[in-house]
């Protein structure tokens, strides 16, 4: 297998990390980007990854390109990759706002899918919203290739906006979240230390409750609160801000820049 990736910022690094700690060969994982850019040569030394600047290289005998830039960069790297691109070859996008339509039109009309995992795939529990083109037939081998860095959901190409604002800039919103509990655990007396590791562990294991939980998260909250308990005080002070109106605001204004991203 030859996967290339053409861009390595922070979303593709944590895909073909997830990959190579699921089993796929660094070797079998080729890299690039601009020239003098220092993760070519970095990835290379921390993780056996193949770093080039030449497209034919590149892109001979490929099994699957992914496209992982800014959407803006686009068409600076269709310039590269069209010269070599073979028939063969499947093209995976994690870019916002580019169709798959677009990308079509623009490289020979190669089987396409897109992708929006987000950054958890570094640790293998990235959730991929899956968007197929029209033409696409191994769709079970992709599937089955994202799944060493994440958990597929299959939806809509119109969707991608609403899947980009839930769960791909999702982990970014959690963190604030964190980051704010974690600040108020400081205020309430914790050193800065202290409210870090608390709120560190606090997360990891209630996300471990809910992993290894079927009950409904209503249920799970239900089990810890007892009536006019610490924790029923605590929720009904809570109960008093709208915290769904605030998700809605966030969601959409997340979703709405992906509009925006898709018109240019």
């Known amino acids: 297998m030859k996967i290339v990736f053409y861009g390595i910022g922070n979303m593709a690094s944590a895909i073909f990390k997830g990959m190579i700690n699921e089993g796929i060969k660094p070797e079998e994982i080729y890299v690039t980007s601009t020239p003098g ?41 269709v310039e590269r990759v ?26 020979n009309g190669n089987e396409t899918v897109r992708i929006m995992p987000n950054t958890n795939a570094v640790v293998q529990h990235a959730v991929n919203g899956v968007a197929f083109s029209d033409n696409f037939t191994n769709k079970e081998e992709l599937l089955g290739l ?6 597929n959901v299959l939806i809509d190409e119109s969707e991608f906006n609403q899947i980009t604002a839930a769960t791909g800039s999702g982990p970014a919103f959690l963190y604030h979240i964190y980051e704010k509990y974690s600040d108020s ?12 590791v608390l709120t560190r562990e606090l997360v990891i294991g ?3 409750m809910i992993k290894n939980s079927d009950l409904p998260l209503s249920t799970l909250r239900e089990n810890i ?4 308990g610490t924790t029923d005080a605590g929720l009904k002070s809570l109960y008093k801000h709208d915290i ?10 997340a979703k709405t820049r992906g509009e925006e991203l898709s018109k240019d």
């Open 244 to 253: 769904e109106e605030m998700f809605d605001q966030t969601l959409e204004a």
């Open 82 to 107: 069209k010269p070599y691109l073979e028939d063969k070859t499947i093209l995976v996008s994690i870019m916002a706002g580019t169709t798959i339509k677009t990308i079509q039109n623009k490289l």
């Open 225 to 228: 609160t007892s009536k006019k």
């Open 185 to 196: 655990l400081v205020n309430l007396g914790f050193s800065k230390e202290q409210a870090d």
């Open 146 to 151: 994202i799944e060493t860095f994440g958990t």
């Open 37 to 77: 850019d220092p993760f070519l040569e970095r990835y290379k030394e921390e993780l056996g990854v193949v770093p080039s600047l030449d497209d034919a290289l590149l892109l001979r005998d490929a099994d699957y390109v992914v496209f992982a830039t800014k959407p803006q960069d686009f068409d600076s790297v």
């Open 206 to 208: 209630t996300a471990e």
